[in-house]
């Protein structure tokens, strides 16, 4: 079956860097959708970015443009999150997600795997 692992998370200094990463397995991803939630406490899970793993074709949230950067490497069916210049809002568990469909959704009802979760923490 698919299984999505996260890794990367830690504490971080705002305005520092950081760099998550999903290892997907179990699958055919070559036309999945991947994508990056983030979820903190007391809010609902957002949807941060996501990428066509055939085209490479991104789209990301409004609040993280130009700072967040979602990539894939397919020899190692691995994606990345390039998260730089964050900031204490960023602070959340941030999931990884594979979406069986041909576009790029950003609501999570779209997809369909999902992985544990890292915790990302920047403090101020």
């Known amino acids: 079956q698919v299984q999505l692992v996260e890794s990367g998370g830690g504490l971080v200094q705002a305005g520092d860097s950081l760099r998550l990463s999903c290892a997907a397995s179990?699958?055919?991803?070559?036309?999945?959708?991947m994508g990056w939630f983030r979820q903190a406490p007391g809010k609902e899970r957002e949807f941060v970015a996501g990428?066509?793993?055939?085209?490479?074709?991104?789209h990301y949230a409004d609040s993280v443009k130009g700072r967040l950067t979602i990539s894939r490497d397919n020899a190692k069916n691995t994606v990345y999150l390039q998260m730089n210049g964050l900031k204490p809002e960023d602070t959340a568990v941030y999931y990884c997600?594979?979406?069986?469909?041909?576009?790029?959704?950003?609501?999570?009802?779209?997809?369909?795997?999902w992985g544990q979760g890292t915790q990302v923490t920047v403090s101020s």
């Open positions: 997600a594979g979406s069986r469909t041909k576009i790029l959704p950003t609501a999570s009802r779209w997809y369909n795997y």
């Open positions: 179990g699958g055919t991803f070559s036309t999945y959708t």
């Open positions: 990428i066509r793993w055939d085209t490479g074709n991104t």
